[in-house]
């Protein structure tokens, strides 16, 4: 059974730094497509970023271009999201997410909250002073 669980969210001062956590079971995270995303209250989901299965090959979304890296470690089954320099405009729930429809050959991966499967339960993000 594929489980995504998020953590490492909280409250954070503007310029700060989280690291956030996607622990995988039921599947080996170089298997899929790991992707981020982010939904603030009365807006749509946004990609964050996303690590593809070969190579891991790594995506950004403009607001987290320069300040935000995905990594993946195959031993934890884990994905990381470090996320430094936030600002108010970051405040969010952040999401984990699996695309189990790709193989573990493919170099890219989606950006496109539809392009995934599987999905955590979210992790809040708050960066207020």
């Known amino acids: 059974q594929v489980q995504l669980v998020e953590s490492g969210g909280g409250l954070v001062q503007p310029g700060g730094s989280l690291r956030l956590s996607c622990a995988a079971s039921?599947?080996?995270?170089?298997?899929?497509?790991i992707g981020w995303f982010r939904q603030a209250p009365g807006k749509e989901r946004e990609g964050v970023s996303c690590?593809?299965?070969?190579?891991?090959?790594?995506y950004y979304g403009d607001s987290a271009k320069g300040r935000f890296t995905i990594s993946r470690d195959n031993a934890k089954n884990t994905v990381y999201l470090q996320m430094n320099s936030l600002k108010p405009e970051d405040t969010a729930v952040y999401y984990c997410?699996?695309?189990?429809?790709?193989?573990?050959?493919?170099?890219?991966?989606?950006?496109?909250?539809?392009?995934?499967?599987?999905w955590g339960q979210g992790t809040q993000v708050t960066v207020s002073s």
């Open positions: 039921g599947f080996t995270v170089d298997y899929y497509a």
């Open positions: 690590i593809s299965s070969s190579d891991a090959n790594t």
């Open positions: 997410a699996a695309d189990s429809e790709v193989t573990p050959y493919d170099s890219s991966c989606s950006m496109w909250f539809g392009g995934y499967n599987y």
